[in-house]
């Protein structure tokens, strides 16, 4: 029991209602898969590096052949 609760409140302790600050329609993701959607904006991040310097390191060379 607990001694905060009014007189008629039932709902106390472990059989209290959570609350929650956002609807239930939203989809209850787990862990793994928001570390997932992480990892894969990472990589794809990481392959548009990848291809900004390939890209640049062709450009140099094309400059570079220009030159002689």
């Known amino acids: ?11 106390v302790g ?6 929650r600050h956002v609807s239930q329609s939203t989809e ?5 898969e928001r ?3 992480k990892e894969a904006i990472a990589a794809e991040r990481r392959a548009i590096k990848k291809a900004a310097r390939r890209h640049l390191k062709q ?3 094309q ?3 220009e030159n002689e």
């Open 35 to 37: 570390q997932a959607e």
């Open 28 to 32: 209850p993701r787990t862990r793994r």
């Open 1 to 11: 029991m607990d001694p905060y609760a009014k007189p008629k409140e039932r709902k």
């Open 63 to 65: 400059e570079l052949e």
């Open 14 to 19: 472990a059989h209290r209602p959570k609350i």
């Open 59 to 61: 450009k140099l060379f």
